[in-house]
């Protein structure tokens, strides 16, 4: 055989190699334990305007770069908010990706603007976690948000100040792309969503 037909003949064989190689490996899907990851589904944000506890404006352009964990609740709140900031604390102590923790933001945001003062908001998500930001703003905003993650609430009784507002308690992720890309239902477990985020993070 000659020498230009044994070259051809050995690339053939890698290349064969090389493509069966890719029709045999396959690699393995990420395993998730808590999120419904919409995927390919992810949904763009509408805008919006809301601020932060700093008074920094708080829109669609801020959720651009990064990971961000959004809960809605109020300061009022007699249980579920409470108890759902104290989960995330912990599910942040699970992170134990330096990497992860720099690209995810826990975001707090009031459903009860008329209580949740901009100084009432960072006194309550700063007791929880140093981390954690609280977002406020006029509820025809809110409710633009609330409507695209699919998050309900409403107030029970607005006989007086010691009213309730009653609300989802999910838990809405958000990719630096500025969409909704999954939900973690209640009830939570922190070390399942830390798996979950540091998969989904870290790709």
Not at 50 to 67: C, I, S, V, Y
Not at 159 to 164: F, K, L, Q
């Amino acid at each position: 055989m000659k020498k230009p037909l044994i070259l051809v003949t050995v690339l053939v064989a890698i290349g064969l190699g090389f493509s069966l190689s890719l029709v045999w490996y396959k690699p393995e899907p990420i395993q998730l334990q808590a999120i419904t990851w919409l995927g390919e589904q992810a949904k763009p944000l509408p805008d919006f305007a809301l601020t932060d506890h700093d008074g920094k404006p708080f829109n669609r352009e801020r959720l651009q770069g990064a990971w961000h964990l959004l809960f809605f609740g109020y300061t009022h709140c007699p249980d579920i908010c409470p108890e759902s900031l104290t989960m995330l604390a912990n599910m942040m102590d699970y992170l134990t990706d330096e990497k992860v923790k720099k690209q995810l933001q826990v975001t707090f945001i009031s459903v009860d603007p008329k209580r949740d003062d901009q100084a009432k908001l960072k006194a309550y998500v700063s007791y929880f976690h140093p981390d954690f930001i609280g977002v406020r703003g006029d509820l025809d905003q809110v409710n633009i948000l609330t409507d695209a993650v699919g998050i309900l609430h409403y107030i029970e009784s607005n006989n007086s100040d010691t009213y309730e507002v009653a609300h989802s308690g999910n838990l809405i992720l958000i990719d630096p792309q500025a969409r909704f890309a999954g939900v973690f239902s209640a009830p939570h477990d922190s070390q399942k969503i830390a798996h979950d985020l540091t998969q989904l993070i870290n790709g």
